[in-house]
């Protein structure tokens, strides 16, 4: 069940938690192109290894331990999480498993605590759900045992700088995207013969598009398009965690189908398609409390697009990190009035040359993978105390 590599004991050994999916934490190391290289993976793979890390997997699928499970030096099944951790000298977790491992951790002296949290959330913008107002307490409260907290933006950081004693253990990690594969000339050969007549119907006019299932407004999207007369391109992957069933009920209740179009699990390569041949993106996304939407925004402009999103913390991240306002209109969540207006003028402007480049040249010198990894891998090294 476990392999070490000679040189494996020298390195500190980062216990990360995958499901099932070993083929795409390798192909972070060794890219194909067929696909492109997930933001998580390669920022907690190929990221930190690039510091001189082994990764060790937890794998919480249930599946059997495969026969090649490279890059992971050691691989551990979810009935096994007592000899993962023993073998582990730091452990990157979040979530549920988070909170846990940092309060399994609260006794511990600092210097000894393993547990890496990775915070979705901290403090919400604006008023938020008593139940997710819990959640965050909690989260708040475990990461004080934490050795390191990591966050995905400049907002969230910085609070938790001013919330947790010892600052040093505080990390931002600025997720990154493969622009590569999403600048990447696509061809009608991306679209699959049972989506071919609805995609020359839909190429006849502009279209915006939403992929996405989590915290996506579902109800907002089809207010907004049916006040605008725009067409609409819902793309979900895992349909039972974004109410697709309920989504594609309303359209047909409503007489919509010609103006909301839905796809689900499609391959990257048509959702390439889609993204480049879509005239702006429509962030209707609840990203009050976690930067919900983050990667398909940033997947966005990598295909040349331009953004109208909600406040929140996806919005005001990408406005830190520098995107012109030329490139992303942004709204007081739930109007959808002034929604509906910003998303009209972009979608019926015709594309430029200059402003496709201009999304893209922000994508490739901000949010490429292979910028924003050794960045964090670097600065989490330095808050655990690693020497490369």
Known sequence: ??????????????????????????????????????????????????????????????KPAPADFSPFVRFFGRDEIGAALAVADFVVSWGTRGVKSCLADAATPHGRRKTVLLCYGWRPIGRAAPPRRGILALTRQAARFARSVVFMTHQQASAARCDLPGKGGVVRLRVGIDTRFYTRASSADDVPEEHRGTVDRLLQEPYVILPGDELRLNDDALSVIRATGLRLVRISQYGHKSGMNLLKQEVARRG??????????????????????ANAYAGFVDASWQPAGWTVACESLASGLPLVLYDGFTARELADQGLPPELMRIVAPGDRAAFGRELSELATAPRSARGIQAARDFAASALDVEVTAPEFARDLASALGISA
């Open 1 to 62: 069940m476990s392999m070490s590599l000679s040189h494996a004991a020298r390195q500190p050994r980062i216990l990360v938690n995958i499901n099932g999916n070993v083929p795409e934490w390798r192909a972070c190391f060794t890219p194909t192109g067929e696909e492109p290289r997930p933001p998580l993976p390669f920022a907690f793979g190929a990221g930190l290894a690039s510091q001189g890390m082994a990764l060790a997997a937890f794998d919480t699928s249930g």
């Open 256 to 277: 919509m189908s010609e103006r909301v179009i839905v796809f689900e699990r499609i391959s990257y390569g048509f959702l390439r398609f889609l993204l480049q041949h």
